[in-house]
């Protein structure tokens, strides 16, 4: 049976003449040929909305014109390449019907090429800025269809008055809780339950880590020292000498990092604008998102003074969060 590259689940039923069965399962992957295009699962990315944008990431991707996903007419593709990565972006049929479907790639000639599965999914899906909120604090959560929120829960507390609410964002008050770990819910229009997507699953509850530490700066901001020195994602420089001076030592900051999926790899370093390492502090490598916890000793306070400032450097990565405490 002919297959195009993929992931497929395998069973295999055998019966006796005497009408015993026993069965067996297992995965069966069928790889592309060399040069053929194939688009790889990152993240989420094959978590999409019907009537909105989506991407794809992969290789040989530029010979690609159109996909299709499960019977759908041919879907048009957009061409890009970012940090040496190959994407597609596209727009999901307004009339896809929620489900899994095989997705395939079709290039100029209308060759087929298998690329996997893609859900559809009408639900409110959560997918950054549900592990760790602030208390008291403006929060800021990220997904798709989360137009259609109509509250969320928050150790026991709801919320139902956003400050924002897109299609993609959801903004609101969080409430004052005592620093610790708290369950998260939500609830859409149509009263489905709202669904957070975590280490690779979709949950319809999660655990969020409320704290009360000062913020000195919150947003998503890439960094990579491959890019030109006069990118401003060269380094993350956003924290001025001037709120260091202010800080006591022995004062702990903890930077909240994400990885971008697409980037081979993934490194952080903690330096003065003169690329010091800060004292105690080093090259960080990781895969996944992940907070690093630098103590701001007297030494290090002084070479920040000294050296022109506080900046984070490395490869692969978006600072989401600083804290202090």
């Known amino acids: ?42 993240s989420f990315e094959r978590i999409v909305a019907p009537g909105h944008s989506a991407v794809l990431y992969g290789r040989n991707l530029s010979s690609v014109k159109s996909i299709t996903i499960g019977a759908s007419e041919p879907i048009p593709v957009v061409y890009s390449t970012e940090n040496g990565n190959d994407i597609l972006t596209y727009t999901v049929p ?37 592990d760790r909120i602030t208390s008291g604090a403006v929060t800021t959560l990220t997904g798709i269809n989360l137009d259609r929120v109509a509250s969320i829960e928050i150790g026991g507390t709801r ?30 229009n149509d009263g489905a339950e709202v669904q957070f997507y975590k280490n690779g699953q979709v949950e319809t509850t999660t655990t969020v880590v409320m704290s009360s530490q000062q913020t000195l700066w919150s947003g998503h901001h890439y960094v990579s020292w491959d890019l030109p020195d006069e990118s401003p994602n060269k ?7 001037d709120v260091f001076a202010g800080i006591k030592p022995g004062a702990v900051m903890s930077i909240h990092y994400s990885v ?3 980037d081979e790899y993934h ?33 290090a306070l002084d070479m920040i003074q000294e050296q022109a400032g506080f900046i984070c450097v490395g490869h692969g990565y978006y600072v989401d969060l600083v804290t202090l405490r």
């Open 267 to 299: 490194q952080l370093r903690t330096t003065t604008v003169w690329w010091n390492d800060l004292p105690g502090t080093g090259t960080i490598e990781f895969s996944t998102d992940g907070i690093a916890e630098i103590t701001l000793t007297k030494e």
């Open 260 to 262: 971008e999926p697409t």
């Open 1 to 42: 049976m002919p297959l195009p590259a993929g992931t497929y689940e395998m069973k295999v039923v055998v019966t006796t003449t005497q009408g015993k069965s026993t069965s067996r399962e297992g995965i069966i992957n069928v790889n592309p040929l060399d040069g053929d295009p194939w688009a790889s699962e990152v």
């Open 235 to 241: 380094t993350f420089n956003l924290i001025g000498m």
């Open 159 to 188: 919320i139902s008055e956003f400050t924002e609410k897109t299609l993609t964002a959801i903004s609101f008050s969080t409430p004052t809780l005592e620093d610790g770990e708290y369950p998260m819910s939500g609830v859409m």
């Open 94 to 130: 307004a009339n896809a019907v929620n489900g899994t479907f095989r997705l395939e790639l079709i290039d100029a000639e209308g060759m087929n090429y298998g690329a996997n599965k893609v859900t559809v999914s009408s639900s409110a899906l959560i997918t950054s800025g549900a």
